[in-house]
Structure formats: structure tokens, C-alpha cells
């Protein structure tokens, strides 16, 4: 399509003989081409100059289209210095000459225009450094170079930082570049020689972008936003620039990274620098503590530049005033700081992509992130013409009433107070909308009435490590007054104060939580009611404080994922950590203690009960050891080798095998494999197959519960294994079938109903199956049985004995005895679920337990489970009624349904007696002998 057939808009002629002046060149063209050239040329000196001096290129344009006139427009020629000068010179003004028309014509959208822009910076650049290298390597100053280098520039890289990183440059825009060069490139011994050659050709690039002559300039390039431009040179290796940003890099330099890229010479090389760098600029951890950063660098801004204050439009700054461009970047570079570790899809380069990724994933509210989106472009096209009436590196709007008289012709307006009214209230709102989000409220008025007890803790806590940092004091002074008043309407307000106190207490660090409070005032509200109800998990929040990231990530609050989407979920991020087995053992260790403490925090809120939390921790469980398990087994077969035979599986015995393990529970397991008779493993370092696989169980031992910087996964108990701690930590399918037939005890049947395989080879898994079904369906001596477990019964009594009146596990009628009877049931019987309630039932379809028994044992079961798993989460030892106070009582009365603790207390008394006598009818039996 033409340029006339695109037009959508049009300039207004501010000096109407000037842009007669031009528009009678070419009064044989269409009238919309000739009234843009009008208007053009009578508001845009410049433009004027740029439009009678290209005359018969610029109809050429106009024929062919913008598109196809801006490839003609950007062939750059000329192998010496001064043919290739003079030829980007040429294009550089062409280009401003099409950009500036297509802009003012709306024939390109602002994001065309700056694209198209930066599209020419990213080729000048690339043919300027490739130009100076291949000269240094005709010198023969480039060690080892050839002509073949001068493709990738010799290693070297400009790295596009600010506007041309994100394809937004303006009509005036400096080129903020970082060059760097790939050292490996070269020999050590070349090392400072490469260097030399290489700052010689960044200066020369630098320097035929940047210099004015007869026929203008390229860009101006500023190199200053590399590390210390002070005492560096002017490209630095890669090496020494990473060792820079990771120890001593700056919150603005993350900033600055967000919308890095390489945009010239070796790109493959520019392209794997910046994914080295993504650990600094992308935390792993929500990083609140940058918005404080980007504040107090917004107000040295203002300081440095004069800023500051109420806004006036003569001579107010678009970009870095009040109200301006700059606002709009920080308010959403900041939010993806914050963020972006954690999410991917955050990291857009360009503001408006930026700002559209925040509002779906629900960082901004979508109405304020198309309010900011729709000022931006505004903004933008503002400081364009603003720009293009002299071609002045300027972001200022005009000082006089003719300056803004030209400016609104500029745009096609011809009223310039409804254009001052719209920028002003622009402006406003822009500042508006991101000052909030900056400037936290000033402290409310300290809380008065505080009694002896209360202030001396509050003194306590600026000594906590959390608080002894000037900057982590600032921002907890601020938090103070407001986290006092929440915690004194929760419905104990002296022990969420304590419990508070001792989350405070176990920090080992402020700013990052601090600021995340400040920005997040809801979850003071979560915490307080953690602090009051919930005394374990305030302990735990101290020491793993990151796990609240998840609370604002989004689906805190949504449905259950379940098994299948979490192992998936977990799997993706282990795979992008591939080659880094450490990392990926953290990362996994991050991800699980989220959803562990989101299970957690959803129990002690009512929004699940026990039963559902227990399924959910299973879920969690079986989704790390299914997901895990093919990680440990690939790192180990690196040094020794592929599983030798069929492989293995990972078989969940106990709690995790019936999928009611609680908050606190250890993992259960046992390793069975096959080696299908194979000797020994096949690596650099052989082992035979027993000694692989005892070796590859210690592995995923370790990986689960080995102490690191994110703490341990779970604790593994492997004891239920064949003969115990006396056996193989891993046992062949051939001698677990031979154990299990011939030797096994009547307890290990017992356990073995509750087996269920949860990671590895599903060949071997179902051929366990098959033989759990086989041992528990075999026939068997009844009377030997049911003696076998009233000797068991009878041992655990005599072991141990309840701790307590609210002990839920340990006592005649309790868990632990409702579950062995339960367990019995089912190897008598044809069938053997693994669940306790569906055990029972097994045992009434035999004829051994009676309706009655059967409801007995439901109910003590039925009341202790969920009294176990509330009492597990306020606390890790002994339930202590005093210890965890009034919120941790009600919870505790929420999750059984009782009324009162002396009401509670009664009903575990009666139900555990109850099912004390009916255990011990059912035992005195024998399947087919129960009363009906």
C-alpha cells in the first residue's frame, strides 16, 4: 500500500510560508502527500531541511511505501572509514526523514516508529564495530583473528541498554551501549593484547556514530553505563563485567538490565553473557526491597535535575518530571524486579509489553496498566515532536505560548488550551497513579496505652537481626504503628504480640520482608493471624520468611492443582535448571516449602479440613518423589553408568503409602529394583547391581533430606525396608518376593498393606503391585494372625503410653491402635484397600467386626485424625493446651467440631474407650464370628 493510503492524520502548517516553501516541490502528488509535507515542513525546521534536501528520494518513498523505502533507505556501503561515515550519515537522515513523516501522517504506530528507529541503531552500530574490528585484523593486532572473525566481530558484543535495548528509541535518543568482549576467545597469554585491540575498535565505532561533520552525525553513543566508567576501559571481558554485577551490582543496574539485549557483533555470544546474568538482575526471591531503591533514585533525579514541585508546562521535563516518562518506566521496571525471578512470561523489554504482562498476571490492575499504557504512548509521541522540531536532544515542553501553539500544530490540533488541559491532567494522573506505589504513607500516630511488658518487648525488637540495619529500622518504624493496631484487635492480642515477637525474633535479615509488608498490607493480616493462632508455623514463617512469596504470586488462594499438575509444574523448573544439580535440589527444596506452607496456611483458615490437608501433603510428597527421582538417578548415571537391569521404584509404605501423612511427617519408603540379571552398570566407574542401587538409594536419600541453603526437603525413614535396619537399603524385586512369601513377619504384612509404588519404572512398580496382592490374598493361619497382633498390641503398650489426655496416636483406642486392628482386617480379607476407614469396612464384609465395633473405631479415628493434624501444625512436640493459647485452642475445637476443650477432651476419653472395647472383642475372634 502507498504512503497516501495510509494516512490517518496531519499536521497543522505552524509557519505556513515555510511549509508552502517546501510542499510546491511537489504539488504534482496527491493532496494528502502535499498537505503533509505542508505541515511538516512549516512546524519541523528541521524536517524542512531534511525534506528539501532529499527531494527526489523522499518521492521515490512516497511511491514504494514507508516499508519497502525504509530497507532502500538503511543500505549502507563503503569499506573505508570515511565511505562508510558517509553513507551511515546519508541513511541516518533518510530514516528521520521517513520515521518523522510516518509518525506526524499516523501512517506507523509508535511502536513502528521506534521499532524502525532502533532497527537502523542496531545496524549502524553492527556495521560501525565489525568495520573497526576487520581493521584490526588486517593490522594483525587482534591475536589469532582472521578474516573469518570479522562476522562475529572478534567476540566482541555491544549490549543495547535503555530505549534502544527495548526498541523504543526516540528522534534524538543517545545509544546507550555496554561492550563487552567473550574472552575465552583467546589465549590467556593474548589476553591484554585482544583487550587493547578491542578498546581501539570500540573507540573508533563509538566515535564514527557519534561525530559531527558536514553531514551530521549517526548517534550519539554513550558507553558510561558500563561498570565503573570511571576506571574501566571502554569494553570490558565478560568475565569481569559478571564478577562486577554479581558482588557489587546495584538495584538501578538491575533495573538497567531489564531491557538488555545484544544488538551487534557476536550475538550468539552477547546472547549467553546475558543469560549468565539473569541470576542478578532476576531474584529468586519477590525482591520488594527495589521499590525503596527506585524510589530514592527517582528523587535524586528530581534533585539533580530541579524537578521537584507542583507542575508547570512551560519547560516541564516529559520524560524525567513529574508525571512523566521516566515514572511510568519506573513504576514498571520495578514490578518486574520484584517479580520476574519467579515469572517468566514479566520480563518484557519493552514498557508497553511490560506493563500488559503485569496486568495479566495481576500485578496491576488492568484498568490502571491501560491508563499508564495509553499515557505512555502520549508521552512518547509528545516528546517526538518535541524532538523533531530542531532534531534537539530534548525532552522539555515548550517555554512560550508560540512554542506550545507549534507543538499542538504538530500534533493536527489547532486548539492549544484543550491540549495544555490534556497534558496537564496527563501528567497528574501518570503521577497519580505510580507516586503510591513509590511514597508509602507516612507513619500513623504511634499507639499509645501500651502497658510495661509491651514496651519492653517493643525494645527488644531493634536489636533483632532483622532490624539492626539503618534501612530495615527505617522501613519497620513505618510498619510499626500499623502491624501494632492489627495485632491488638486479632482476638488474643498478647499472644499474637508474643508469637509475633518470636517470628521477629527467628528473621535473620528485614529489608526484603518489610518492604513486602509495606506493599502488601493484607498479608500483615495473614501473619497476625498466624502469630495468634498458629505458634509453629509464626517459628517457622522466622526462619523460611521466603515461603510468603507465594502468598502474592496469584493462585494462592485457587483450587487444588493436584499430583499430576504439581509434578509437572516442578519438572519444568528442574528441566530449565539442567546441568545444575545443587540448584535444582534447592529449587526444589523453594517450590515444595511454598506449597507446603500454603497446605498449611489453608488448614489453620478453615479452607480445608484435616482430611483434605492430608491428601494435599500426599499429593505434594509423591509429586517431589516421582519428580525428583529421575533427577537423582540421571546424576548418578554420569559417573557409574545407566540402572543396570529393568530399574527401579520407589515404593511409599505408612502414612505417605494411605496418603494421610500430616505437616510433620517423615516419608516412609523402600527401594525394590530388578536387574534382570545384569552383573553391573556400564559407566567410567562400574558398580555391581546390588552396590548401584544401595548406592543410588543413598543418593535420593540424601537429595530429600540433606541440610542446604533452602533447608531439607523431608526426612526419610527406610526401616519398613526387609529386616529392617539390618538389611539392603535397596532390595532386589527377586528377594522381596522370596522375603515377603516365605519370611516376612506378620507385622511387615501388616505394613505392606499400605504399600503403593510413587516414582520410577512402572514396570517394576505394577510387578510389586502384583505381589502385594498375591501376599496379602495368600492363605494364611487366622488364629496365628490375630495372636501375632495382640502380641504386637501388647508390646506397644508396654513400650510407651500416651502424653497426655489429648495424645491422638499412642494409648489403647487411639490412632496407632485403630490402625493395627484396621490393618489386620485387611490381610484377612479378600481385599485390601489402603485407607483405615476402608480397612474397617473390609473387616465387617468378613464377618469379624460388628456394626457397632465398626462405628466405634470410625469415631475414635474420625475424631483423632483431624486433632492430630491441627495439633501437628500448631506445634511440633507434645500438644500443650497452655502453650498454644486461646487461637491455637479454637482452632483446635474448628478442626474436631467440638465446643469446648473440656468438651473435646471428654469426647477423646469416651471414643478411645469405646473403640478400646471393641478392639479388644474383635481380637478375642475369629473372621465369621461377629455379633451382628
Known sequence: MTFAARITRQPIPFDRDQGADSAGAFDDLAPELVELIRGAAGSSPYLKSLIDRDRDWLRQAFEIGPEAAFDDATRVEGDTDKALGSSLRLAKRRVALLTGLADLAGVWTLEEVTGALTQF????????????????????????????????????????????????????????????????????????????????????????LSEMTGEGYVFRTDLRLRPDPAVTPVILSMGAAEGYYESVGRTWERAAHIKARPCAGDIAAGAAYLERLSPFVWRKHLDFAAIQDAHDMRLRIREHKGLGGKVVLEDHDIKLGRGGIREIEFFTQTRQIIAGGRDPDLRQRGTVQGLAALADRGWVPEDVAARLTGHYRSHREVEHRVQMVNDAQTHRLPSTGPGFARLAAMMGEGDVAALRARLAAALDEVHTLTEGFFAPDEPRAAVTGLDEETEAMLARWRNYPACRSARASRIFERLKPDLLTRMQKAARPREALTQFDAFLRGLPAGVQLFSLFEANPPLVDLIVDIAATAPALSVYLGRNSQVLDAVIGGDFFAEWPGQARLAADLSARLTALQGDYEGQLDDARRWAKEWHFRIGVHHLRGLIDGAEAGGQYSDLADAVLATLWPVVVAQFAEKHGPPPGKGAVLVAMGS????????????????????????????????????????LTQAMVTALSAPMAEGKLYEVDMRLRPSGRQGPVATSLESFRAYQREEAWTWEHLALTRARPVAGEDEIGAAVEALRDEVLNAPRDIGKTIADVVEMRTRIAEAKGPRGPLDAKIGPGRMQDVELVAQCAAILAPETPRGVMEQIDQGVAIGWINADEAAALKASYGLLRPMQAAAKLLTEGTLDLEAIGQGGRDFLLRATGEASIENLGAAVAARSRAAEEAIEAILARKPGEAAT
Not at 543495547?160 to 597469554?189: C, T, W
Not at 510433620?664 to 525394590?672: A, K, N, Q, R, Y
Open 121 to 208: 541503531a542496531d545496524l549502524a552500530t553492527d556495521r560501525a564495530l565489525k568495520h573497526h574490528v576487520g581493521r584490526e585484523i588486517a593490522r594483525g593486532k587482534l591475536p589469532g583473528a582472521t578474516e573469518d572473525d570479522i562476522a562475529t566481530a572478534g567476540g566482541a558484543v555491544a549490549i543495547a541498554m535503555g530505549k534502544m535495548g527495548a526498541h523504543e528509541l526516540n528522534y534524538s535518543s543517545d545509544i546507550d551501549l555496554i561492550m563487552v568482549f567473550d574472552q575465552d576467545r583467546y589465549d590467556p597469554v593474548d589476553f591484554h593484547d585482544a583487550r587493547s585491540s578491542l578498546v581501539r575498535a570500540t573507540r573508533r565505532m563509538a566515535a564514527m
Open 656 to 695: 505417605l503409602g494411605a496418603r494421610s501423612i500430616i505437616s510433620t511427617s517423615d516419608l516412609d519408603l523402600i527401594v525394590i529394583y530388578d536387574p534382570d540379571g545384569v552383573e553391573a552398570s556400564d559407566g567410567r566407574r562400574p558398580l555391581a547391581s546390588r552396590a548401584y542401587y544401595a548406592r
